[in-house]
């Protein structure tokens, strides 16, 4: 069964900090892999990495894939506030057709001022 | 540009009703995906269906659920016979096309409570 594993499950930081993310996959087939940010609504998209050591960045946030190791990680650079939320890491399969996105539990971030 | 629209986003139910849940894709998103999140849970694929196809339901309950996109109107996901674990948020989802890892647009949730 196809499973994705996100660590750690909830971290409080201060404004300022950095922090890293941690998603670890294993799946029949593997397409892509992409991470989310739920603020108590819809999850709205940030990467879709579907090659090894190519690093996305948008502004604060990057992350890279390993894809040998089958893990990814989410880099948050000088957290503000506004950054706390659920981040969700999900893969997608290639399954004969099916679109569906395996998720993992998400990550609670919480940035104290 | 709307979004994805769901409605109603908050849903009370006495245990045994029927709870039906709508959503409309963005414009021009013929595919729909409905996923279930759990408290302290991920998002759990339920459906994937396009205008009057289901093409994958292999994370619907086999029993009191049932989803529908027809010709004309919203996506239909209908629990009938609510029991307190149904409680749970339901988003959908929609993409213009298939392989979309990206583009796939979620709506801001509908909030089931069953008591």
């Known amino acids: 069964e196809d499973k994705v594993v996100q660590s750690p499950l909830s971290l409080v930081v201060h404004e300022g900090d950095t922090v890293t993310l941690n998603c670890s996959y294993e799946?029949?087939?593997?397409?892509?892999l992409l991470w989310y940010k739920q603020e108590k609504k819809a999850p709205t998209f940030l990467f879709m990495l579907?090659?090894?050591?190519i690093e996305k960045k948008s502004g604060r946030l990057s992350s890279i894939l390993d894809k040998k190791e089958l893990f990814s990680i989410l880099n948050i650079t000088a957290t503000q506030t506004g950054d706390s939320a659920v981040y969700l890491c999900?893969?997608?399969?290639?399954?004969?057709?099916?679109?569906?996105?395996?998720f993992g539990k998400g990550m609670k971030l919480t940035v104290n001022p | 540009n709307a979004g994805v629209m769901q409605n109603p986003r908050h849903l009370v139910r006495r245990r045994g009703q029927e709870a039906r849940l709508r959503c409309s894709p963005m414009?021009?998103?013929?595919?729909v995906y409905w996923y279930r999140q759990l408290p302290e849970e991920g998002l759990k694929f339920m459906v994937y269906?396009?205008?009057?196809?289901?093409?994958?339901e292999s994370g619907m309950p086999k029993e009191r659920f049932s989803a529908e996109f027809p010709k004309e109107g919203p996506s239909i996901l209908r629990i009938q016979q609510v029991v307190r674990g149904d409680s749970a948020a339901y988003f959908c989802?929609?993409?213009?096309?298939?392989?979309?890892?990206?583009?796939?647009?979620f709506g801001e949730g509908s909030w089931l409570t069953v008591v």
């Open positions: 989802a929609s993409s213009r096309r298939r392989d979309s890892g990206n583009t796939i647009y």
């Open positions: 799946v029949t087939n593997f397409r892509s």
């Open positions: 579907t090659s090894s050591g």
């Open positions: 999900a893969v997608h399969p290639s399954q004969g057709g099916s679109e569906k996105l395996v």
């Open positions: 414009k021009g998103h013929s595919h």
């Open positions: 269906l396009q205008k009057e196809n289901i093409i994958d």
